[in-house]
């Protein structure tokens, strides 16, 4: 069959999830496999969440609110925000995809991290647009090398904070320097699906500025620290006007009834948010030191994930990932990220992370 499409859709690649429970149990015969490959919240979902969600249960007749006011007004008032520069999305991908799809025609430029959380070259190919990379510097976002390549067809940046997957951020005046030098027609987004993670006080936060003339886009997500990656909600805070747009093409009913209960109740877990980032800071420590002691090199993360690198002595990262999944563990390869060497691991349980530590070191 000869289909009349864009000739730009043949260079979108497509998303290569992290692997699934099952599909290891099935393929190797393991019991209690462990993933460590998604930056899912090891914890389960927010209880709160859970409890929301089976109120919820008898009203699934009905569509959801379409403009998800209840969601909308509690994620205004916990972080100070207008609600008008709301959107709510069906993960924070749909905001990506939704900024994409207003912002973007072809041949336009889009400057991002190389390399970056993959669906934004989907994303922005799928419109047409040129991705123009800038290679992470000894792991950081390298700001003044995102300068030098605005071009007259810039029209989109992204920065991702913490950045996914080296786990480094940007501090509050690189990130003031960065965005007074950007042209306000840039619209600069601000990727902070991790951001509650973050330890380090010095770190660039969108919500501080919203009220700037700068077309500044925060996004985040309930899918991370709030345990709620399978039911698909996220938002995007942004200028009105731009709001605006996504409101006008997004699908109509783009959050799910559960989806915004089930936000909202988490919104006000601080009990279980407290308790993941307790979890995910004391286990980085505790990987860490394991780590030192089997002189395996890793790079110190902001996030709920890290990089270890595991290559060398003839070794690659894919050559470890396939070692580790017959040990019951899944973590995520980095070559399809551009490092052949390392592998990204999410944090887990206690237990789990001994069993991480213990399979490695078979491994390698
Ligand atoms: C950096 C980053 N941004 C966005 C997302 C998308 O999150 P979601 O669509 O689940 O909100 C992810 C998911 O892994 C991510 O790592």
């Known amino acids: 069959m000869k289909l009349k499409v864009p000739d730009y859709l043949s260079l979108i690649k497509p998303y290569v999830p992290g692997k699934l429970i099952e599909a290891v149990q099935r393929e190797y015969g393991v019991d209690h496999t462990i993933k460590l490959a998604s930056n899912e919240n090891p914890l389960g979902p927010s209880p709160m969440a859970v409890e ?10 009905r569509y959801p609110d379409a403009r998800g006011y209840k969601l909308t007004l509690a994620i205004a008032e916990q972080y100070h925000i207008d609600p008008v520069s709301i959107v709510l999305g069906n993960g924070s991908d749909d905001i990506i995809a939704l900024l994409a799809s207003v912002l973007l025609r072809p041949a336009d430029e889009v400057i991002l991290p190389q390399p970056s959380f993959l669906f934004y070259e989907i994303a922005l190919r799928s419109m047409g647009a040129r991705p123009v990379w800038v290679p992470l510097k000894s792991f950081n976002t390298d700001l003044a ?8 067809k810039t029209r989109m940046i992204f920065l991702n904070v913490p950045h996914n997957p080296a786990g480094t951020i940007i501090s509050k005046s690189d990130f003031e320097d960065f965005i007074a030098q950007i042209p306000s027609q840039i619209v600069t987004v601000l990727d902070e699906a991790y951001i509650e993670f973050v ?4 770190c660039a936060n969108s919500f501080e500025f919203l009220h700037s003339d700068k077309a500044i886009v925060g996004m985040r997500t ?7 990656a399978g039911l698909r ?4 805070a942004m ?8 409101h006008r093409v997004r699908q109509p009913f783009n959050v799910n009834v559960l989806a915004q209960v089930a936000a909202k109740a988490a919104l006000k877990d ?14 980085l420590e505790f990987i860490y030191t394991a780590l030192d002691s089997l002189e395996v090199p890793y790079i110190r993360s902001e996030a709920n994930f890290f990089m270890v690198e595991v290559g060398g002595g003839g070794q690659t990262a894919d050559d470890i990932f396939k070692k580790l999944l017959p040990l019951g563990v899944i973590v995520r390869p980095m070559t399809s990220y551009g490092y ?4 990204r691991v999410s944090i887990g349980k206690h237990e789990e992370n001994i069993r991480f530590i213990e399979a490695l070191e078979q491994a390698i």
């Open 340 to 343: 052949p060497q390392h592998i």
């Open 52 to 61: 929301a969600i089976r109120q919820a249960l008898d009203e699934l007749h």
């Open 222 to 228: 309930f899918s991370k620290a709030f345990g709620l």
């Open 239 to 246: 200028p009105p006007v731009l709001a605006e747009l996504l």
């Open 145 to 152: 090398g995102m300068i030098e390549k605005i071009s007259p």
């Open 270 to 283: 601080s009990k279980f948010l407290e308790k993941t980032l307790q979890l995910v800071h004391t286990e």
């Open 233 to 236: 909600v996220g938002y995007g």
């Open 199 to 202: 330890k380090e006080p010095d």
